[in-house]
């Protein structure tokens, strides 16, 4: 028994070793046939001739086209090219074909031009082959050379691939049909005026899926040509998701009242498609804060609009009080769907009423200055009187100007005890030197007998401060009725006509030397200047008169009140007098610049 398990035992050990052999061999080969494929393939990569894909084109007869041997970065390093059709035929004798260099020229395709074109590029290190399958169609729409998708709703652009041929001739003409019909350029598909090798779609619909042809029309070695490059567009009816859009506010700033109410609105564009109405949302920050968390805000609607062309949205923000923390601080309003979000920004600044407070300011100070106008027009009289009552409060003692009288008074004298006379006589001393303290030099009672009346008359004048003409209706009458008014004043010795020589001295002198100011005072009704002399007239014209009234019967006195509007008038024309008799009390609303009647 121990001699049988010795012998197996020696036969396993030997079994196992043959084995071991084998596998060892086995692996030696596979190394060994590893090693021939790695040869060959290095072998053959670095072989003398490559293949390239092979490229098809459908093209248009009648239209110029290029076939391009290469395009790869060592065509420096080419040394030759050559090209042949259908595998042995040469491109020498084909018709309309011109061979330049690693471009084949077709001036233009025809249909015998169809069929397989072979260009060999050879490099120093081997060569390189292109095969071209060329596929001419007889028929007046060029068949497309690529195919484009896009999705219903979207924009989308088509180029005319031919940037070849526009090398050639910068001024070419670029012509646009959709499915051999000129395109409308003013329509939804634009072409662009700074680039037309582009049409654009604008919101591609199903009507807008066709054949799109741009046509190349260009000159070449003085002769025109046409190239032509076709895309097949097709409109996915499906929409694609749009990222949504704040339309309004994008970046606007508000001007508002603090502590007002005030609403926001924000408008959206939220996307296209089904499930974009329950995908999407809006909501409102402030200075980062979501406005659930501030008190004084709220959102009052938030409205989702699906229309024909997308969703819209539009949200209101209410502030119940305008507070300081929302003045100059960002206030955003947020659009977001499944694809994405979008954010429109609005500021609130309090409102600078500084320009309103500044008109407001001005107009009414030129309310005031046009009030205060018209009330020194109004009551100029009865200002400038107690002006002259309150300066000797306020001023120094004026200086004597050298006059004796502050007015000389000149009335028509006659036989009898006219009404001029006795205005001049009685009325006239009894309130202005009396009652006002004025000193007056009246013609006819101040002049003494025996004087040279011309010389005294003439002193006197220079020594008074006013000329007090009164005329009444009688004066008016001319003395010589058929003589010429300015002739009525010579200087007769006679007492009737010394007024005449008064107002002729007192004229002469406020006309002339400007030295004498000069006060008509009409008695008796309206005064016919057309029979006094022309001074006088001019001086009612220039100045006015004051006109005054006997008091009716029914007053106990022939004098009127002081303070009556004709007297007022007349103090106002008479010199500054500083202290005066008596201090009658004003009556408003008093007008005289001298008054007109």
Request: aromatic residues 8%; glycine residues 6%; charged residues 20%.
């Amino acid at each position: 028994m121990r001699r049988r398990c010795l012998f197996h035992g020696r036969k396993i050990k030997h079994k196992a070793s043959n084995y071991i052999a084998k596998i060892r061999n086995i692996m030696l080969w596979e190394f060994y046939i590893c090693f021939l494929n790695m040869t060959l393939l290095l072998h053959l990569s670095l072989g003398q001739e490559h293949q390239g894909a092979v490229e098809v084109h459908h093209i248009s007869a009648g239209h110029f086209f290029q076939l391009k041997c290469s395009d790869d970065d060592d065509a420096e390093a080419r040394t030759t090219v050559t090209w042949s059709r259908g595998g042995n035929q040469t491109l020498n004798t084909t018709s309309g074909v011109d061979v330049r260099g690693e471009v084949l020229w077709f001036l233009p395709t025809h249909t015998s031009h169809n069929g397989h074109y072979t260009c060999e590029s050879k490099y120093p290190t081997g060569s390189w082959e292109m095969k071209f399958v060329l596929s001419v169609d007889p028929g007046p729409c060029p068949v497309p050379a690529e195919i484009r998708t896009v999705s219903q709703g979207m924009s989308e652009v088509v180029f005319c691939r031919q940037q070849d041929v526009l090398s050639l001739d910068p001024t070419a003409h670029i012509r646009w049909f959709k499915d051999c019909s000129p395109v409308d350029k003013h329509g939804e598909m634009i072409i662009e005026e700074d680039c037309p090798k582009r049409l654009r779609l604008v919101n591609a619909t199903e009507s807008h899926a066709g054949v799109y042809t741009c046509l190349v029309e260009f000159s070449l070695q003085g002769r025109n040509y046409t190239a032509t490059h076709s895309t097949q567009l097709k409109v996915n009816k499906e929409k694609v998701p749009l990222k949504p859009q704040v339309t309004y506010p994008r970046k606007e700033t508000f001007t508002v009242e603090p502590g007002s109410r005030v609403e926001l609105v924000c408008s959206a564009f939220l996307g296209v498609g089904e499930g974009t109405e329950s995908e999407s949302s809006m909501f409102w920050t402030v200075d980062g804060r979501h406005t659930d968390h501030i008190e004084q805000l709220n959102v009052t609607k938030t409205t989702i609009l699906p229309r024909s062309s997308g969703v819209y949205g539009r949200s209101t923000l209410s502030i119940y009080e305008v507070r300081p923390e929302f003045l100059n601080v960002t206030i955003s309003c947020i659009a977001r769907n499944a694809v994405g979000r979008d954010i429109g920004f609005l500021w609130l600044q309090p409102a600078n009423h500084s320009g309103f407070y500044t008109c407001l300011c001005l107009c009414l100070a030129f309310s005031m200055v046009v009030l205060g106008v018209a009330m020194c027009c109004l009551f100029k009289v009865d200002l400038v009187l107690a002006y002259r009552r309150l300066l000797p409060l306020v001023s120094k003692k004026r200086a004597p100007d050298g006059k004796l009288y502050d007015a000389y008074v000149s009335y028509v004298h006659g036989d009898g005890l006219s009404r001029a006379e006795m205005f001049a006589l009685q009325v006239l001393p009894e309130v202005l030197e009396r009652r006002y303290g004025y000193t007056l030099f009246v013609s006819g009672r101040d002049d003494l007998p025996g004087e040279a009346i011309h010389d005294v008359t003439s002193e006197t004048m220079r020594r008074s401060r006013r000329l007090i003409i009164i005329l009444s209706a009688q004066s008016a009458s001319p003395l010589h009725p058929k003589m010429d008014p300015e002739d009525q004043l010579p200087l007769h010795q006679s007492l009737q006509d010394r007024p005449s020589y008064d107002q002729q001295i007192g004229l002469y002198d406020a006309l002339i030397q400007n030295g004498l100011r000069v006060v008509l005072v009409e008695i008796d009704g309206k005064v016919d200047y057309t029979s006094l002399p022309k001074s006088l007239h001019y001086i009612r014209r220039k100045q006015g008169a004051l006109r005054w009234r006997r008091p009716s019967s029914g007053k106990s006195s022939s004098i009127a009140s002081p303070n009556g509007h004709f007297w007022k008038c007349l103090r106002y024309h008479m010199p500054f007098k500083p202290k005066g008799a008596l201090k009658p009390q004003p009556t408003p609303g008093v007008n005289c610049s001298i008054e007109l009647y």
